[in-house]
């Protein structure tokens, strides 16, 4: 079965800086799809970034930018020019193609000071 | 463009009531949907998944029931609620068919239920 760690429980960082999230997974599998979700305060889950495993190429979304080293089972978020409203906690996903099943991390709260 | 709702937003519920969360999404058809848990803590639990009308599989033996009366409508159910039934409880929706697009799970806002 696959698992996500996410090994930060916490982080912070001050606004307008670079903060980095670390996840990390294991699988046997060849293909899979990795997700970066933010949780606000809210509750609802927002979909941030999307790897496909068979991309070599770094997904990024504007601030937001992914470090996948696939042979390390590596996939960090980094996020650029923080700003307050990126405070929220965040997970990291890993989905079989196979399966219709979100593997979560356990999250990572990260706090934004002005 | 694709929408999800679901409701009620928060609940609190007796020991012993029955239980109704209701999901809808719009602007898609033949969706996969989903049904997660999230206790107190973090993680996100799987608990239902629907690839068509009538076509539910469980996750994880509860005391939760899941139905999808029509194509684009996911309930979660429950007989008699028990305090561990407590959480947030957050529907979600994917493009059904093994595209990269179709292994996006997006999700609704969430509902609160706290039983007592």
């Known amino acids: 079965a696959q698992t996500v760690t996410q090994s930060q429980p916490e982080m912070s960082v001050q606004e307008a800086e670079t903060v980095t999230l670390s996840c990390t997974y294991d699988?046997?599998?060849?293909?899979?799809?990795l997700f970066w979700y933010k949780q606000p305060p809210s509750r609802q889950m927002i979909l941030v970034i999307r790897q496909e495993a068979y991309k070599q190429q770094n997904a990024t979304e504007n601030r937001f930018s992914v470090n996948f080293q696939k042979a390390a089972k590596s996939f960090s978020l980094k996020i650029s020019d923080s700003q307050l409203g990126d405070a929220a906690m965040y997970f990291c996903a890993y989905r079989s193609p196979y399966g219709n099943k979100l593997v979560f991390g356990a999250g990572t709260i990260l706090r934004v000071k002005s | 463009s694709q929408t999800i709702h679901q409701w009620p937003a928060t609940l609190v519920q007796p020991v012993g009531s029955p239980l109704s969360l209701e999901c809808t999404v719009e602007?898609?058809?033949?969706?996969?949907l989903y049904w997660y848990r999230q206790a107190a803590g973090r993680g996100l639990q799987l608990l239902f998944y629907s690839v068509g009308i009538g076509q539910i599989s469980s996750e994880v033996p509860q005391n939760l029931s899941a139905s999808r009366p029509q194509d684009r409508q996911f309930i979660l159910s429950s007989k008699k609620l028990l305090l561990s039934d407590s959480g947030f409880y957050l529907c979600?929706?994917?493009?059904?068919?093994?595209?990269?697009?179709?292994?996006?799970?997006?999700f609704g806002e969430g509902s609160w239920l706290t039983v007592v």
């Open positions: 699988t046997s599998e060849s293909d899979y799809y």
């Open positions: 602007g898609t058809s033949n969706p996969n």
């Open positions: 979600a929706w994917s493009v059904a068919g093994g595209t990269d697009s179709g292994n996006t799970i997006y």
